[in-house]
């Protein structure tokens, strides 16, 4: 978790990411920062995130993605 | 056919209302269904088929790919872990034959119909050949409804959606009236459940879509009519007028092309409205976006979401794409790699948005103008941060939230003079006029439009920006409205509907712009 | 239930202030007061020639809808510099058309009138009930007069110019619909015999009367029209017309005249013209009324210079 704050922290730093719940439905992530941010979590923990999986509901706010990650996890 | 026209208002819609009245619950969504297919067959005629094929194509093929489905989570129970993922696999291919031969058979009727033409165009140009172009009238709606049906086979496949056994559904989600013609664009996820309620027409929703539709003929007949009466002079013969003049013209098309089209998708979500079901919006106050990206995620908003939901994710995560970023990723840098990505994506993107408005070159401009912001956007982001912060700028001042709104404005007003403009020569002729006789003195104000005609426009205006700051706000205007005192309401009403009357630029001597996006 | 019922009793209230206040505003916005007078004659539309300017329209043309789809006014400016105006409503029974004539002369000085035949046959207890609802309009002319708000509202601001679009038409209809018409033997198929009654034979002498009194040269004219018109018809007319010296153009005994080509110059299979169809018979009666050598040319008289300007509105209204 702290891990995935980290990288958030690295592509946006003026959000407090423990806090926020609309990351992408209030804009803070663009659909370009969730590329990147896609990249980073795949290469930082090793999942794949499918194209299914990214809907705003999955990346609203870092507790989600977190349990995006680990559900991802799982699969594997 | 214009959703603003009195045969639609008054005859179509009005009738249908009072018959669905009368119509048992059972039998509303077959009702909706028939005015439906009335509509389109009295508009396209016997091209009707085309909507029946597209829609039988992803009703069976989402049928099948559910089969499929099941079928694959009965094997999948009883096998290990190795063994599920091969089946998954075999499945998966199955499927995505499927689904690639829909896509194929619905794209190639749109690329007939709309594409065609200009395909051929261009080979005449590289080749210097002589084949014949001919006028091929389309299907009402063609460029709407494939891509609804698109949405909706890939969210079966996808399994995101599960796929529809009720066909009247389908047949209503492709073809239902208020949406056949200029959107929205909406997932079958928008609007299944809304068929479901069936509701009655009550007289809250009855009120609530009428006021909707009239707030959008407002827009329409007393600002962009009358805007009108400037935009097509300045588009026809721009040489004849100074480039700040053009650049007036384009402010004008712009804020008409807002009019007309959010105007539409007033008297759109309107008639849906009476009967009690809810559309999703297409547009959330574009015009204080403070760049490019956040102004398409708020313009045509369900049409931005079809290309990041079907174009702009499965190109930038696509194979190729993957494996190109990683290789980035290990020898630049992470930001380079995910920037390519992106860019790769987005430019599929833009080249389909840009080709989806219009087979032509402005249209492609158009949409490379747009896709070259947002990039330029994107990789300037860190570099206009730091220097903010460098020279002690705070960026979350309103002076610097309102140059951002005015910078996104303008740039936008270029875009939609590209758009405008009838052809290359012209678009660029203005662009360079703008930018050598650029000359404020020398702005021409009275083209088509007298003093009177620009206080109304002011006043009207203003009506909107004041509403539209209400809802930038999260207010919700109507139901605050609702709440005020008979009195008041009625006085509200009265005046919109008498300053309509009044106001509108119609009759003889104004030309109406023709529904614009029905074209596309 | 009660609810529904006070849902009910608030939307028809809601509907009568609304349609009070437009009236009200109907009567605000008309361009000349005078019209009022003429309330419940017929529609206001065909009043419009009381809006304009004193003694300037030359040319009045009378009768039904063959009238406002076969003459354009604007083309005869156009093409001869003549001034003319379509009074006109669809179904006219010819006692309306009397009086149309009588206020065209109230406010102008025409020298030609032209008249459509078809009036003298019809029935005034058979026009259909339908037409009736035109009288409406007469109560809400606001949709036709809207823009009137300019000369009213704001008044303090001088435009510079008086123009008003809402007259560019002068009384023509443009529809541009086509609907071949194929009932080529329309002359002769119909043996039924028809007479002019008695009455109607009246106001047409009223009329005669009238244009002499005036100095005004009558002339009577048939438009091309499949649905309605018979050899019988021709024959009484031109009997009619002889009887008081008056010229008759038969465009439908002399089809040679114009050459209507039905396939493509009829909106509706042969009852009325189209736009192309009016530009033919509109040319060709400019044609023949100027060689009477009473009409003047003002296309480049500086006081008739707003009809210049009604002419490029009156293109692009067309597109």
Redesign the interface.
């Known amino acids: 978790m702290e891990k995935l704050i980290e990288i958030l922290e690295g592509l946006n730093p003026e959000v407090d990411y423990k806090t926020c719940e609309d990351l992408v439905d209030g804009?803070h992530l663009?659909?370009?920062t969730i590329?990147?941010l896609?990249?980073?979590i795949e290469?930082n923990f090793d999942v794949m995130?499918?194209?299914?999986e990214?809907i705003p509901d999955n990346f609203n706010s870092a507790k989600k993605i977190w349990k995006l990650i680990e559900r991802l996890e799982d699969d594997n | 056919m214009s959703y603003f026209s009195l045969k639609y208002l008054i005859i179509f819609l009005l009738t249908i209302v009072v018959v669905y009245i009368f119509t048992p619950k059972k039998l509303r969504n077959l009702l909706l269904l028939l005015a439906s297919y009335a509509l389109f067959i009295k508009v396209s005629k016997k091209l009707v088929v085309f909507l029946l094929l597209s829609t039988l194509s992803i009703y069976f093929s989402a049928l099948l790919m559910n089969k499929l489905d099941l079928k694959r989570n009965k094997e999948i129970e009883k096998v290990s872990k190795e063994e599920k993922k091969i089946i998954k696999e075999k499945y998966k291919s199955k499927k995505r034959i499927i689904l690639i031969l829909t896509i194929l058979f619905n794209v190639a009727f749109l690329f007939y119909f709309k594409y065609l033409n200009f395909f051929k165009e261009i080979i005449n140009i590289i080749f210097s050949s002589d084949l014949k172009i001919l006028k091929i009238i389309a299907p009402m709606g063609i460029s709407f409804y494939t891509l609804r049906a698109l949405s909706y086979v890939i969210d079966v496949y996808n399994e995101k959606e599960e796929a529809e056994r009720n066909i009247i559904k389908i047949m209503l989600y492709l073809s239902f009236f208020p949406i056949i013609l200029e959107g929205p664009i909406a997932s079958y996820a928008d609007v299944k459940n809304e068929f479901d309620k069936k509701s009655s027409v009550t007289y809250h929703n009855f009120c609530f879509g009428c006021q909707r539709i009239l707030y959008g003929l407002f827009k329409k007949l007393v600002i962009a009519d009358r805007l009108n009466q400037f935009v097509k002079i300045i588009f026809k013969s721009y040489m004849n007028y100074s480039g700040s003049t053009i650049f007036l013209g384009a402010i004008f098309y712009t804020i008409l092309l807002y009019m007309e089209f959010s105007g539409t998708m007033d008297v759109v979500n309107g008639s849906a409205e009476i009967f009690g079901i809810k559309l999703p919006e297409n547009f959330r106050q574009p015009f204080f976006s403070k760049n490019i990206s956040e102004f398409w995620s708020r313009w045509h908003i369900t049409l931005g979401l079809w290309f990041k939901n079907y174009i702009f994710y499965p190109v930038s995560l696509s194979k190729p794409v993957k494996k190109l970023s990683t290789f980035l990723r290990n020898k630049v840098s992470v930001r380079f790699s995910s920037l390519t990505m992106g860019a790769i994506a987005l430019f599929a993107v833009w080249t389909l948005n840009g080709l989806w408005h219009g087979a032509g070159f402005t249209y492609m401009l158009f949409g490379y103008y747009h896709f070259i912001l947002i990039l330029l956007g994107n990789i300037f982001e860190p570099l206009i941060i730091k220097t903010c912060d460098k020279l002690k700028i705070s960026r979350n001042t309103k002076i610097y939230k309102f140059l951002q709104i005015i910078k996104t404005s303008i740039l936008v007003f270029i875009g939609e003079l590209i758009f405008r403009a009838k052809n290359l020569t012209v678009a660029f002729g203005m662009l360079k006029r703008i930018f050598l006789n650029f000359n404020i003195t020398n702005t021409n104000f009275s083209i088509g439009l007298d003093i009177k005609d620009y206080i109304v426009l002011v006043f009207a205006l203003i009506i909107v920006l004041v509403i539209s700051i209400l809802k930038e706000k999260n207010m919700n205007v109507r139901e605050e409205l609702s709440k005020k005192h008979i009195v008041i309401r009625w006085i509200i009403y009265y005046a919109l509907i008498i300053g309509i009357i009044i106001f509108g630029a119609y009759g003889p001597g104004y030309a109406p712009v023709e529904p614009i996006y029905a074209d596309f | 239930m009660k609810n529904i019922m006070n849902n009910v009793f608030k939307s028809i209230i809601f509907m009568f202030i609304l349609l009070v206040l437009l009236g009200i505003l109907s009567y605000v916005l008309l361009t000349n007061k005078e019209n009022v007078k003429k309330y419940g004659i017929n529609v206001v539309s065909n009043n419009e020639i009381l809006s304009e300017e004193k003694n300037t329209i030359d040319v009045i043309a009378i009768g039904d809808s063959l009238i406002y789809s076969s003459i354009s006014p604007m083309i005869l400016w156009k093409n001869y510099g003549f001034t003319s105006f379509d009074c006109a409503s669809a179904a006219q029974v010819i006692s309306d058309t009397y009086k149309e004539l009588k206020y065209g002369v109230e406010t102008q000085k025409p020298k030609v009138v032209i008249m459509e035949a078809d009036v003298l046959f019809r029935n005034p207890k058979k026009v259909p009930w339908y037409y009736k609802f035109t009288k409406i309009e007469n109560y809400l002319s606001l949709f036709h007069h809207h823009n009137n708000w300019k000369k009213y509202l704001f008044s303090f601001i001088n435009t510079n110019s008086n123009f008003t679009k809402e007259n560019i038409f002068k009384g023509f209809k443009y529809i541009n619909k086509t609907k071949p018409g194929t009932n080529f033997n329309y002359m002769h198929a119909n043996t039924k015999k028809y007479v002019i009654s008695d009455e109607n034979a009246e106001y047409f002498e009223k009329i005669v009367d009238l244009c002499n009194e005036n100095d005004i040269k009558l002339l009577l004219v048939s438009f091309p029209n499949m649905r309605r018109w018979t050899y019988s018809k021709s024959e009484e007319a031109s009997e009619l017309a002889k009887k008081y010296n008056i010229e008759f153009i038969d465009f439908n005994k002399n089809q040679d005249l114009l050459n209507i080509d039905w396939k493509t110059e009829s909106r509706d299979g042969g009852g009325h013209l189209n736009y192309s169809g009016a530009i033919k018979a509109t040319n060709f009666i400019g044609e023949y009324i100027k060689k009477y050598g009473i009409l003047k040319d003002h296309r480049n008289d500086k006081k008739y210079n707003n009809w210049n300007e009604a002419y490029k509105y009156y293109i692009e209204s067309l597109k």
């Open positions: 804009r663009d659909s370009l590329l990147a896609i990249s980073e290469e995130i499918p194209t299914v990214i």
